[in-house]
């Protein structure tokens, strides 16, 4: 399974982003698929995942901002960043899980300037 994650960017607080990952390869066998995020200095971080069945989960932290989904069709999941701020600054990571195998796609840069 390869990720190419793409969308990032710089904004204002309070501004959108939308964020793009499409997967290729055996995708067949994805069953949860989904961001992380990093910012300096912290722990990588579930931001928001969804699974085959289309069940979601999110960080408390973006709760009511952020939204993901997925084309099934198109192999690609979408993240909707509304209401961005500052501590959402962080490069982003799309993820794919398959039975016992986890991929990671190449980071995308967020920044949010207060």
């Known amino acids: 399974v390869q990720l190419q994650a793409s969308g990032g960017g710089l904004v204002r607080a309070g501004g959108s982003l939308r964020l793009s990952c499409a997967a290729s390869?055996?995708?067949?066998?994805?069953?949860?698929i989904g961001w992380y995020r990093q910012a300096p200095g912290m722990q990588r971080e579930l931001v928001a995942v969804?699974?085959?069945?289309?069940?979601?989960n999110y960080a408390d932290s973006v709760k009511g901002r952020f939204t993901i989904s997925r084309d099934n069709a198109k192999n690609t999941v979408y993240l909707q960043m509304n209401s961005l701020k500052p501590e959402d600054t962080a490069v982003y990571y799309c993820?794919?899980?398959?039975?016992?195998?986890?991929?990671w796609g190449q980071g995308t840069q967020v920044t949010v300037s207060s």
């Open positions: 993820s794919a899980t398959t039975v016992g195998v986890h991929y």
């Open positions: 969804i699974s085959g069945g289309g069940s979601t």
């Open positions: 390869g055996s995708t067949f066998r994805i069953n949860v």
